[in-house]
Nanobody, 120 residues
């Protein structure tokens, strides 16, 4: 499967943005999907993930209650709705697909990344 992330941009603190990740070339519904991010000078970190059915979601503590992951298997797309954005959310966001579980070591495919900048 190939992944194409979009939706990043510049937003003020407290604002909202939705990232999208469109999949092609594979059976999207058989993959667990997730989002990671990498801020300048920092390691890539897990943000959120969703099981193949969409029935279970996981969040990093830093985004819990502010971000919501969802997926539309008919549209082969996973979303990350980000609310109450903070400057520390500034990073390149990567979507990822795994046939097993969304852990960095088990990712099958990475998207190209989309930049989010949150101004204070």
């Amino acid at each position: 499967v190939q992944l194409q992330a979009s939706g990043g941009g510049l937003v003020q603190a407290g604002g909202s943005l939705r990232l999208s990740c469109a999949a092609s070339g594979g059976t999207f519904s058989s993959y667990a999907m997730g989002w990671f991010r990498q801020a300048p000078g920092k390691e890539r970190e897990f943000v959120s993930s969703i099981t193949w059915s969409g029935g279970t979601t996981y969040y990093a503590d830093s985004v819990k209650g502010r971000f919501t992951i969802s997926r539309d298997n008919a549209a082969n797309t996973v979303y990350l709705q980000m609310n109450s954005l903070k400057p520390e959310d500034t990073a390149v966001y990567y979507c990822a697909a795994s046939r097993i579980i969304v852990m960095e070591s088990l990712i099958d495919t990475w998207g190209q990344g989309t930049q989010l900048t949150v101004s204070s």
